[in-house]
T-cell receptor, first 113, second 114 residues
């Protein structure tokens, strides 16, 4: 068990560019969450997968954001036409069936310049 | 909608006891969790209350009162390494009623002084 891993750890991009982040959850965890966190705030829910099915999306998730989990294992989060307001830490978490604890990755810090 | 309220900052001295309160308003409430996050680190799970009452895990305890929509995290024998942000998170049933989504508060910054 190597924990939840996210890649890259840091990403600097120019406004208007597309970016994609990857999350590898704990291998036996079928539930996967994406969150966004800005300085001084708590993690803000973006979207949730159970296996490969995307079961919940936040109303805050604009059309520029899309997430996939094609085989029920790793997940990707893509942001198209990035804006400066997208600058944040993007956190991925996974949870096992019946578990109460969500395990978080170290996050991907996005800076849009 | 959902709302969680917790103090923005708490300070205490080493060896002391501190209580961080959390009040919530939400539908589909299932339980209350607490997470710790050090600067630059990932949130890590501390405790979960699915039922009313006190849960104890070492120096940390957590309490839930469903009737009051209230919980707290109690940290005893404070150490310098406990300086971190602490988040309460409600576990709510998602719109389709099939899964639980942790929704976080804005966090409490705990500063422990020597």
């Amino acid at each position: 068990d190597t924990g939840v891993s996210q890649d890259p750890r840091h990403k600097i991009t120019k406004r208007g560019q597309n970016v994609t982040f990857r999350c590898d959850p704990i291998s036996e965890h079928n539930r996967l969450y994406w969150y966004r966190q800005t300085l001084g705030q708590g993690p803000e829910f973006l979207t949730y997968f159970q296996n490969e099915a995307q079961l919940e999306k936040s109303r805050l998730l604009s059309d520029r954001f899309s997430a996939e989990r094609p085989k029920g294992s790793f997940s990707t989060l893509e942001i198209q036409r990035t804006e400066q307001g997208d600058s944040a830490m993007y956190l991925c978490a996974s949870r096992g069936r019946g578990g109460t604890e969500a395990f978080f990755g170290q996050g991907t810090r996005l800076t849009v310049v | 909608g959902q709302s969680l309220e917790q103090p923005s900052e708490v300070t205490a001295v080493e060896g002391a006891i501190v209580q961080i309160n959390c009040t919530y308003q939400t539908s589909g409430f299932y339980g209350l969790s607490w997470y710790q996050q050090h600067d630059g680190g990932a949130p890590t799970f501390l405790s979960y209350n699915g039922l009313d009452g006190l849960e104890e895990t070492g120096r940390f305890s957590s309490f839930l009162s469903r009737s009051d929509s209230y919980g707290y995290l109690l940290l005893q024998e404070l150490q310098m390494k406990d300086s971190a942000s602490y988040f309460c998170a409600v576990r709510v049933l998602n719109a389709s009623g099939g899964s639980y989504i942790p929704t976080f508060g804005r966090g409490t910054s705990l500063i422990v002084h020597p």
